[in-house]
Structures are given as C-alpha cells and as structure tokens.
C-alpha cells in the first residue's frame, strides 16, 4: 500500500537512515527537522503518516502531536512517536498527546512496517468519510463538522480473556475512566461481540495463540464489528504474532506486565478514534438524507426521482414489464393555505404523503415533486393495477377529512392523478413523466377528484 510518510527529525543521520528504509518498501518521503516545519508540512503536504521524533530544540513532538491532534483538518492523520526516551512517564505523555503509537529507538524494521500499514489503512478508511463530509458541504448540506474533541471516556469496552487475575486488574485498571468492561472467556464468541457491539474490543493472547489471531480476523470480516478497534494484550515475545495481527485487522497491543496509565491511554485512544469516525458516518447519513428527503413529508425528493426512475427504466429494458407512474396533485391547495395557514397546509401535505405510502406497495418509490405534487413510480405494473391504486387513493381521500391543529372542524382535501404506463424501450424518464402530468392535467381540467390514465397508442393512433 503506497504512501506519503513526513519523517521529523532534527538528526540528519537518522533521516537519511530511515528515509531508505521507506523508499526501498516503495513509500514516498518527505523530511523536515523542526516542529515548526512539521506543522507546515502537514498543511501543505497532507501526509498519509507522520514519524516524529520527540526530542528537538524549540517545538518538541509532543507538542506538534498535540497540536496536529487537535486541528480538525489534520486530526485524522497517524502520528508514531520514535525516541530514544523508554521511559514509562515519556510513553504515556505520548499517547496522551494523541499519538498513535510510541517506538523507542532502535525500532524494529519487521514492527515499524507492521504499523505503517496498519495506521495508513485506518488513515484512508477515515480519509473517505471526511471526503464524502467535504463533498456533502460543498452541496450545502452540511450543518456541523465531525467533532474532534472527546474525552474517550465512559465507553463500552468488550475484554475476551480467560485469565482471572489479569481480567480483574484490567477492569480495575478501566474504570477511572468509567467504561463498562463485558468480560467473555470464549474466543469463539465472535456473534457474542457481535450482539454487544461496542467502542473496543481488547483480546488477550494465550497459549493458544492461533484462537486469538482467528477471533481478530473474524470480527474484521463481520460488517457489525469491522470498524470496531482490537488492542490486544501480550508478552514481549509475541511480537511476531502482534505483527501478524496489525496485518489482519489490529489496531494496537500492549505488553505484559500492564500498566495500568498505559492501558488507560491507549484505550482512550482507539475509543476516540472510534466516536471521531462514527460521527463522520452518521454526518454522512444525515446530509445523504437532507440530500434525497422531503423534510416535510419524510418521502423521497425530485432529486432521488431522477436517479431512481433511470435505473427503473433501465430495468424495464431488460425485463420487458411495464413501468407505471402517478403524477398527484392535491385539489385547491392554495384554499387550503388562504382559509387554515400555511402550518395546517403542512400539516395536509405531510398527511397526504403518509396517505400514498399506506396504499402503495414497499418496493414502490413516493415522492414529494414540488408544492403539492407528488410522484409514484411502480415497477413491474401494469396499468390496470396502476389505475387501482390510483382510483383507490382518489376515493380513500375524499372520504376521509382530515383533522389538522388549530382547527376544530375537519379539512375535506381530493386529489387528481394521472397515470402513464409504459413497455416501450425507447421511452424515456422524462417522457413517461411528461405522459403522467398530461394525465394529471386532464383530470383537473375535467373537474378534479378523479382519475385519468394516458390514452394508449392505439387509442392515440385511432384519434
């Protein structure tokens, strides 16, 4: 997997050393060696993964962590700490300025490329989110940006592990932080994790070290459990299995003995990725939803009419069966806005909207197309049956009032439809729209409350 990796460090050596190493793995490098020059590399460059060293004059690396951590524009990007300081006190200060992982020099090659490839794949996974946020933005869509600043406490913490001291430890350790640790001793539990769902996911390693390692890659082929954050808990000899398991899905590891401001940290960590990327998703689902949904009436758009009656006639073309449109429009509206005001004519058209869908079938598609407009497009329909679920909304309608707030008598409120049905290939969306309006248009003009469907081509041959 490519990348563009910044390397920070103010020793020309240990630049030049390192900077092979990445090129010879086909990475493109790019280098600095000061935290001023860090910051406006990141800016400019827009790195898939920092390498930063801690100790530089003037700016350190733990404050240009902090500060690339807390810029919305850049918080997505990995940061890996590398020092020659191994002190327990310098980790944790580490990973609480946000990085998110801390080698200690010499580093590793086999560990260090194990989490390169882990980090920049998280990094692209949560580049796409924040794609789709900046393209739903530049529709005018979006209300708020994806917060960046989360506590990473009070969290949902699943621990598979069946040690019982170091279970107790684990959960004693989590609760400064008040997450609720569900314990299971199964690690073929994946459904359970699964049914539970979660903000992390910490695996213990045992001897049976193929049972783990399966878990981890079960719960990243599962759609519930793929974006969830692994740790996993381990002895320092089973490195060679911590990098296997970065290579199949895991997010971090941590050592035995644990400490327990370690544990604490690192878990904060992947649980404030994990609420950074969720709200990156349901911003996404939100502005996809403004982007297709009548607030009003909660149906489907113009905007979504377009696309969907496409691939309904490309269907068509295939199939060889009919394709029917209603075109709806409620009678006298603006009467209704003049006597009751415009929040009882809301009221109408939301009830109207929630009418049509009670008396269509769910794989047809209702939509609000403008005013008092609505469309129905019904696959696989003849117009016969068309023409039935036409003639049976009109006359539901009419005799049905409706009651709206502010009002003590009841609104009686008609429709007129037109129908327009169609085999033929050549047709066109916006044709068969056309036909139905048409359609619509006769009915009103023929004294409204009724239906009309588009005279057939023979019947239009024969005129």
Request: one cysteine or more; proline letters at 4%; hydrophobic letters at 40%.
């Amino acid at each position: 997997m490519s990348a563009r990796i910044l390397i920070v460090d103010d020793t020309p050596s240990n630049v030049k050393v390192l900077s092979a190493k990445l090129a010879k793995e086909y990475y493109e490098v790019i280098s600095v060696d000061g935290g001023r020059a860090a910051l406006k590399a990141v800016k400019e460059e827009a790195p898939d993964l920092v390498l930063l060293d801690v100790m530089m004059p003037g700016m350190d690396g733990f404050d240009v962590c902090e500060q690339i951590k807390q810029n919305p524009k850049t918080t997505h990007i990995p940061v890996v700490l590398i020092t020659a300081l191994s002190g327990r006190e310098q980790r944790i200060r580490g990973l609480e300025a946000g990085a998110d992982d801390f080698l200690t020099k010499p580093v590793d090659d086999t560990t260090l490329f194990a989490r390169i490839r882990s980090l920049v794949r998280l990094k692209h996974t949560l580049e796409q989110w924040r794609l789709r946020e900046e393209t739903s933005g530049k529709l005018g869509l979006m209300e708020e940006t994806a917060s960046v600043i989360d506590s990473g406490t009070n969290a949902d913490i699943i621990l598979v592990d069946d040690s019982t001291v170091q279970k107790t430890n684990i959960c004693e350790a989590l609760s400064v932080d008040n997450d609720r640790v569900t314990v299971i001793e199964d690690y073929d539990a994946s459904g359970k994790i699964v049914d539970l769902g979660g903000d992390v996911v910490i695996i213990s390693l045992t001897t049976e070290i193929e049972a783990p390692l399966r878990l981890t890659s079960r719960l990243r082929s599962l759609d519930p459990t793929r974006q969830i954050p692994i740790l996993l808990i381990g002895d320092a000899e089973d490195m060679v299995h911590f990098n296997k398991a970065l290579e199949i899905g895991a997010n971090d590891y941590l050592t035995r003995p644990l400490d327990d401001q370690e544990l604490v940290a690192r878990v904060r960590t992947q649980v404030r990725r994990k609420r950074y990327q969720d709200r990156l998703h349901e911003n996404f689902l939100k502005h996809l939803s403004m982007a297709l949904t009548d607030s009003l009436t909660g149906l489907h758009n113009r905007r979504y009419l377009s696309t969907h009656l496409d691939a309904v006639m490309e269907r068509m073309q295939e199939s060889e069966k009919p394709v029917s449109v209603l075109m709806i429009d409620v009678d006298h509206f603006k009467k209704v806005n003049d006597t009751y005001g415009h929040a009882a004519g809301d009221e109408v058209l939301h009830e109207v909207g929630q009418q049509i869908l009670r008396n269509i079938r769910g794989f047809d598609l209702a939509v609000r197309y403008g005013g008092e407009e609505f469309v129905v497009v019904m696959p696989d329909t003849p117009a016969e049956v068309a023409l039935g679920v036409a003639d049976r909304l009109c006359k539901k309608m009419a005799n049905e009032p409706l009651s709206v707030s502010g009002s003590k008598e009841k609104i009686s409120i008609t429709l007129s439809i037109g129908v327009a049905t169609t085999r033929d290939r050549k047709q066109t969306p916006e044709a068969l729209l056309k036909q139905s309006d048409e359609a619509l248009y006769q009915a009103k003009e023929a004294g409204r409350n009724q239906v009309i469907p588009t005279p057939s081509k023979e019947a239009q041959n024969a005129i």
